[in-house]
């Protein structure tokens, strides 16, 4: 049985009650560990509240700057978005909290780690596997899986043992926030038919309430990674705040998903992520202007199976720094400036431009200064059709129609 265990610890219901729950079942002393991910929470009143719940010791770690640099900005790179929609912003996160338990739980010579999450979600695949990579000896301990109490049951337990349990009046929605975007659960989105209660929301204005005016930002990349909005330089942390925040006013980045999770189950997702749905556009539209048909192709491919590997908690693996390595390759030249425009819930890209650009003026004008030689175009139809016409004049098939049969030579 561990005798140390360090806990991912929220400050939420799950993993309070979780303090005494293990302190009772293993007779363990618990860590308390908070990462601060930008999630807008007083982490001090926290980490206090770990301490007076039981923990010997409660830390708390500032991530931000290593979540952006290390995670976000790859899966940006990358332009990994699960199914298309969603922009990883719980999943991202993940790994990094895990990567840190492993830490914390090696520093002081824990036998065992633990998170809150639930046996219908995929966050416990993502940190069990995460710490099977980092530590393979530490056990990992799931107590939500374990204890089998209802919701109520979970309250009385917390009051029983002197622990705050909060009042909630009104309609109670589950939200786990960072820096990158807000997921969104409760009983009236649990049905897909149901449109989200405005009160769902906390970054994004609803489009009818956004301004009348519309919004042009422009961003500058550097090797694929933004650096300045609208000529203003800015920190990874202060970017994706700016944009949260200018975006959500003009009620960008609200979505709505019904989504294949790793554990077989369909689940209706509702998310607010301003910043990542203009920076996955935004980078998506400079490098169509800075990579060739090839790369473009084939780095959609790459996307969805970095997407699929990072929401399937899979970061840990050769896997992943094998496709960095390709990723990183493509963006040696995704450097320029991506000019939007947001309006009433809408993000538009209305310009791109950049030193590397493939895209030539002089080719693609129909007016004056045309440099195209038209007549090269003969030779290569000739060349291209060339099976077409080949297969036409043997086998003489023509759309919708059956071939007559040919005649055998005597």
Known sequence: MPKRIVLAYSGGLDTSVAIPWMKEKYGAEVIALTLDLGQG???????????????????VVDAREEF??????????????????????????????????????????ADAVAHGCTGKGNDQVRFDVAVMALAPHLE???????????????????????????????????????LFGRAIEGEDLENPWNEP????????????????????????????????VNGESLGPVALIEYLNRVAGEHGVGRIDHL??????????????????????????????????????????????HYADLVYNGLWFTAHRQDLDAYVESTQRFVTG???????????????????????????ATYG??????????????????????????????TQGETPPPRKSPR
């Open 368 to 397: 004056k200064g045309d440099a195209y030689d038209h007549r090269s175009a003969i030779g290569f139809i000739r060349v291209f059709g060339l099976p077409v016409r080949t297969q036409a004049q043997v086998q003489g098939i």
């Open 337 to 363: 400036t991506v000019r939007l425009r947001l309006f009433k819930g809408t993000a538009q890209v209305v310009g791109r431009k950049s030193p590397y650009s493939l895209y030539s003026h002089r080719l």
């Open 140 to 178: 990992v301990i799931a107590p939500v899986r374990e204890w089998g109490m209802t919701r109520d049951e979970e309250k009385e337990y917390a009051r029983a043992r002197g622990i705050p349990v909060p009042e909630q009046k009104g309609r109670v929605y589950s939200v786990d926030e960072n």
């Open 41 to 59: 929470r007083d982490l001090e009143a926290v980490r206090q509240k770990a301490l007076k719940t039981g923990a010997s010791k409660a830390l």
């Open 68 to 109: 952006v640099r290390e995670y976000i900005w790859r899966a940006l790179k990358a332009g990994a978005v699960y199914e298309g929609v969603y922009p990883l912003t719980t999943a991202l996160g993940r790994p990094l909290i895990a990567k840190h338990l492993v830490t914390v739980a090696l520093q002081e010579g």
């Open 197 to 228: 209660p405005e009160d769902a929301f906390a970054w994004t204005r609803h489009p009818s309430l956004a301004p009348d005016t519309p919004l042009s930002l422009e961003i500058d990349f550097q090797l694929g990674i933004p650096v300045a």
């Open 259 to 304: 989504e294949n999770r790793l554990v077989g189950i369909k689940s209706r997702e509702v998310y607010e992520a301003p910043a990542a749905v203009v920076l996955h556009m935004a980078h998506r539209a400079l490098e169509t202007a800075t990579l060739s048909k090839e790369q473009l192709r084939f780095k959609d491919t790459v996307a969805q």
